[in-house]
């Protein structure tokens, strides 16, 4: 990939992240921290004791994500995905349940740079299954669930291209 295909995509990828809403956003990039140990989570986004819980709950579910990032399907076996989608439909469970994201892109966004490209076929399917729980409030589970497009449900393929920009915590912006 050239240069400027690849800062045309990075560009893509920051315009996208910034249509999403603010919560979105922090939320985002908090779970990006947590995910890949960029830093100390309780410090940079624990504001109040309620973060703190969130946070501590969060580094709890995510323990996984070494494990997901290893299971994610190569042959497209159904053993494969029984074991992928299982654990997938847990963790995005619990994300959705804080009630930050707001839409499939969202979660997409988050979940593309917490797992990898090879992770995108099976998204929409983790998200459907995970919105669909009842532990997600029914408002909140109808807005998530017609937030899924007809051709993000139906891709005939996806990219294997791997996320260029990875949002972080930017300190005037935040403490704002």
């Known amino acids: 990939m050239t240069l400027a295909s690849t800062s045309t995509m ?6 996208e992240f910034a249509g999403f809403e603010p919560c979105e956003q922090r939320y985002i990039k ?37 494990a997901l990032r290893s299971m994610v399907p190569v042959e ?3 053993g494969e995905i029984e074991r992928f989608i299982g654990k997938l439909v847990r963790m995005a469970a619990f994300d959705l349940e804080q009630e930050r994201l707001e ?6 966004f988050l979940y593309e740079r ?15 299954a995970a919105a669909a729980l009842p532990v997600i409030r029914p408002q909140h589970r109808k807005t998530l669930l017609q937030s899924l497009s ?13 996320p260029g920009f990875y949002p972080e915590y930017v300190e005037d912006v935040e403490a704002a």
């Open 10 to 15: 990075a560009i893509a990828e920051m315009r």
């Open 76 to 78: 497209g076996t159904m």
């Open 150 to 162: 007809e051709a993000a449900a139906t891709a005939p393929g996806w990219s294997d291209r791997a």
């Open 103 to 108: 839409s499939f892109s969202a979660f997409r």
């Open 30 to 66: 908090r779970s990006l921290d947590i995910g890949m140990a960029r830093c100390d989570a309780f410090r940079l986004w624990g504001r109040t004791e309620a973060e703190n819980t969130a946070i501590r709950r969060q580094y709890v579910v995510y323990q996984d994500l070494k």
């Open 114 to 128: 917490l797992l990898g490209a090879q992770a995108r076929p099976y998204l929409p399917a983790a998200f459907c």
